[in-house]
């Protein structure tokens, strides 16, 4: 009997049992999935960040020179994603191309002298109001500005029309 009470007063109390070691490996695992979700996370906004912080720094378009543009031409801006329209007037809208309907992008025809949706079938003028349905409302346009002759394209955001006023227009 006082060989069995002297093993178990020799047994350390630190010694490395086995129900010790499986909960520091539970609480490694748990540290290491808890790290993991954050950076996830963090990932994530730092992704959306990035990706809405260059839109920003580069919301003026430059189109180029006023005389560039004809009356009654429609130009293709890619780096802005728009139209530029020129009106008979002599007057500059920029114009989107994403249809009112559903998002599709636009086309411009020059042999029609409008822009067609190839998703559903809209089209809309040279100004951007509606032609045929379905699509519920005029494109969307960005403010223009010409300084010392040049035409330049606010592209920060976008502004929803219900109509076209002549008031949209930029004249020269």
């Excluded at 839109?55 to 009654?72: L, N």
């Excluded at 139209?83 to 599709?104: I, K, M, N, P, V």
């Excluded at 003028?125 to 969307?140: I, K, S, Y």
Aim: aromatic fraction near 10%; proline fraction near 8%.
């Amino acid at each position: 009997m006082k060989e069995n009470s002297s093993t178990e007063t020799a047994t350390p109390t630190s010694a490395p049992t086995r129900r010790r070691f499986l909960n520091w490996a539970w609480a490694f695992f748990g540290l290491a999935a808890v790290t993991e979700l954050g950076w996830l996370g963090v990932s994530f906004l730092n992704f959306r960040k990035d990706r809405s912080t260059p839109a920003r720094a580069k919301s003026i378009i430059t189109a180029g020179p006023v005389d560039m543009f004809e009356p009654a031409t429609v130009t293709a801006i890619p780096q802005g994603q728009l139209y530029l329209a020129r009106l008979e007037d002599g007057g500059f809208l920029a114009l989107s191309r994403t249809c009112t309907h559903l998002g599709c992008s636009l086309r411009w025809d020059e042999e029609q002298g409008k822009f067609i949706c190839p998703c559903h079938g809209s089209s809309y003028n040279a100004a951007g109001e509606v032609l045929t349905a379905p699509a519920p409302r005029p494109l969307d346009c960005y403010p223009v500005r010409i300084e010392n002759g040049i035409v330049k394209v606010d592209i920060a955001a976008p502004q929803k029309r219900q109509c076209f006023e002549p008031g949209q227009v930029t004249r020269v």
